[in-house]
């Protein structure tokens, strides 16, 4: 049973920096394809990026050139590192996990972070 957790969210102003980390225990985060996604009120769950076991990394058209996915596998941690943060990006964010990274693409992965929110005030 792998458990994440999320940490790094908070109140930024519009064009600051934030990163969030998922470290992971229980097994080794390296062996997994994790997605970072994020919902914002009334609005539906979106993934914004995802890192492969590989490495390969893949971002949602609204992050594209601002967020960037990370690993640092000898902490058992993904990072989100999110530049030039524009109020809209306000939401909870989630990182999660699986084998599959069909399942990471479609929402549906196995394991979930508890979600930090991040706010960007304009």
């Known amino acids: 049973q792998v458990v994440l957790v999320e940490s790094g969210g908070g109140l930024v102003q519009a064009g600051g920096t934030l990163r969030l980390a998922c470290a992971a225990r229980g097994g080794m985060l390296v062996r997994y394809n994790v997605g970072w996604y994020r919902q914002a009120p009334g609005l539906q769950l979106e993934l914004v990026a995802q890192?492969?076991?590989?490495?390969?990394?893949l971002y949602s058209d609204s992050v594209k050139g601002r967020f960037t996915a990370s690993r640092d596998n000898a902490k058992n941690t993904v990072y989100l590192q999110m530049v030039s943060l524009k109020p809209e990006d306000t939401a909870v964010y989630y990182c999660?996990?699986?084998?599959?990274?069909?399942?990471?693409?479609?929402?549906?992965?196995?394991?979930w972070g508890q979600g930090t929110q991040v706010t960007v005030s304009s």
């Open positions: 890192i492969t076991s590989g490495g390969t990394t």
């Open positions: 999660a996990a699986d084998g599959s990274r069909l399942k990471v693409q479609e929402g549906t992965p196995a394991y």
